[in-house]
T-cell receptor, first 117, second 115 residues
Framework: AQKVTQAQTEISVVEKEDVTLDCVYE???????LFWYKQPPSGELVFLIR??????QNEISGRYSWNFQKSTSSFNFTITASQVVDSAVYFC??????????????FGTGTRLTIIP | DVKVTQSSRYLVKRTGEKVFLECVQD?????MFWYRQDPGLGLRLIYF???????EKGDIPEGYSVSREKKERFSLILESASTNQTSMYLC??????????????FGQGTRLTVV
């Protein structure tokens, strides 16, 4: 069985601070994919990143960066120099090999991030 | 851009009513999903479909059914709405990757209130 844990329910930071959202996952498979999605107040989940289990390189996209560590089963997301527009609920998700072909995702419970102006 | 459209943003229904939530995608995706989102529980999969007329139960199918008569449309049916089905419902679609898992594209959600 697969599981995703986002222990941080809510985080508030002042604008321009850096913030890291934690994601810990469980799976028995050696082949799996991890995702991050953003859900702004409008409600629609927006895809941010996909990472496969064989690629442990960290990724940076503008102010966003992701740290994937298989040794600790974590896939953490950092926002640098946060902005008010970053306020949203962020979800981490996992799809393991048993779901290849039907693309099922298991989601964490989400972290609500509030950026204070 | 991929577009997933849910027929309603907000719905209010009475207990016992039969409720239809409609979802349409415009990118010829094979896979379609229905999730419900509740505070503290994240997104939970209700049903999914990987082809026309095909459906599989997700983690919480009780009280729901689905229909996929056309590739672009996936309907969620609440046979007899109950107050514990008050929730945000999210539809998603994705294509089937060859040897990799693709990202899902989501609709804007339907907030259903059952009174």
């Amino acid at each position: 069985a697969q599981k995703v844990t986002q222990a941080q329910t809510e985080i508030s930071v002042v604008e321009k601070e850096d913030v890291t959202l934690d994601c810990v996952y469980e799976t028995r498979d050696t082949t799996y994919y991890l995702f991050w999605y953003k859900q702004p107040p409008s409600g629609e989940l927006v895809f941010l990143i996909r990472r496969n289990s064989f690629d442990e390189q960290n990724e940076i996209s503008g102010r966003y960066s992701w740290n994937f560590q298989k040794s600790t089963s974590s896939f953490n997301f950092t926002i640098t120099a946060s902005q008010v527009v970053d306020s949203a609920v962020y979800f981490c998700a996992l799809s393991d090999y048993s779901n290849f072909g039907n693309e099922k995702l298991t989601f964490g419970t989400g972290t609500r991030l509030t950026i204070i102006p | 851009d991929v577009k997933v459209t849910q027929s309603s943003r907000y719905l209010v229904k009475r207990t016992g009513e039969k409720v239809f939530l409609e979802c349409v995608q415009d990118m010829d995706h094979e896979n379609m999903f229905w999730y419900r989102q509740d505070p503290g529980l994240g997104l939970r999969l209700i049903y999914f479909s990987y082809d026309v007329k095909m459906k599989e139960k997700g983690d919480i199918p009780e009280g729901y059914s689905v229909s996929r008569e056309k590739k672009e449309r996936f309907s969620l049916i609440l046979e007899s709405a109950s107050t514990n089905q008050t929730s945000m419902y999210l539809c998603a679609s994705s294509y089937t990757g060859t040897g990799f898992v693709t990202e899902a594209f989501f609709g804007q959600g339907t907030r259903l209130t059952v009174v």
